[in-house]
């Protein structure tokens, strides 16, 4: 099994300011990897897949890089409602697995 | 679009069989070459990826998982099922049903089931 480790587990930022959050896959997953969502009480909600490419309606200031093992979201300048949780998945293996999540609030 | 709803009962006793059904509109089940997930997340942990089905019937399951899970399609229905036996308290999670494919792109909005006596 695959294991992602997202680092930090945890960001306190303002808003305007610019987020980074990595995770790091234990094996290379090519460029199948995905960048979720999760706000309270809420699905999880698809922002990233192939790495790099912007699922439908998501705001630009949201993006995604890297390949093999090393993977980064950047969201350019925060909204207020951009402070929730992130989370990255692999689809390269099987099963497909998950981060632990980082928790994005509000310095 | 396409949207997905989970149903089912919240209590199940443990040892006991959880019997859940996402429902899909807006697009047909069958005629898309989509895999179809269950995924679990515990309540203020992680999510879980539990198995998933193809349009064509395969399945596939999570090894954590594998020998108590069972997920089947009901194209006539335009659903698919998953069920999870010999519960136990471990197995309390909000559950999801999401469509598969470059990623979970459509996700239900989860239903919540308790493992309680």
């Known amino acids: 099994e695959i294991v992602l480790t997202q680092s930090p587990a945890t960001l306190s930022l303002s808003p305007g300011e610019r987020a980074t959050l990595s995770c790091r896959a234990s094996q290379s997953v090519s460029s199948y990897l995905a960048w979720y969502q999760q706000k309270p009480g809420q699905a999880p909600r698809l922002l990233i897949y192939h790495a790099s490419n912007r699922a439908t309606g998501i705001p630009a200031r949201f993006s995604g890089s890297g390949s093999g093992t090393d993977f980064t979201l950047t969201i350019s300048s925060l909204e207020p409602e951009d402070f929730a949780v992130y989370y990255c998945?692999?689809?390269?293996?099987?099963?497909?697995?998950f981060g632990q999540g980082s928790k994005l609030e509000i310095k | 679009q396409m949207q997905l709803q989970e149903s089912g009962p919240g209590l199940v006793k443990p040892s006991q069989t959880l019997s859940l059904t996402c429902t899909v509109s807006?697009?047909?089940?069958?005629?898309?070459?989509?895999?179809w997930s269950w995924i679990r997340q515990p309540a203020g942990k992680g999510l879980e990826w539990i198995g998933h089905?193809?349009?064509?019937?395969?399945?596939n399951y999570n090894p954590s998982l594998k020998s108590r899970v069972t997920i089947s399609l009901d194209r006539s229905k335009n659903q698919f099922s998953l069920k999870v036996s010999s519960v136990t308290a471990a197995d309390t999670a909000m559950f999801y049903c999401a469509r598969d494919g470059a990623a979970f792109d459509i996700w239900g909005q989860g239903t919540m089931v308790t493992v309680s006596s």
């Open positions: 089905i193809y349009t064509s019937g395969t399945t």
């Open positions: 998945q692999q689809r390269s293996n099987s099963p497909r697995t």
């Open positions: 807006g697009g047909s089940i069958s005629n898309d070459s989509y895999y």
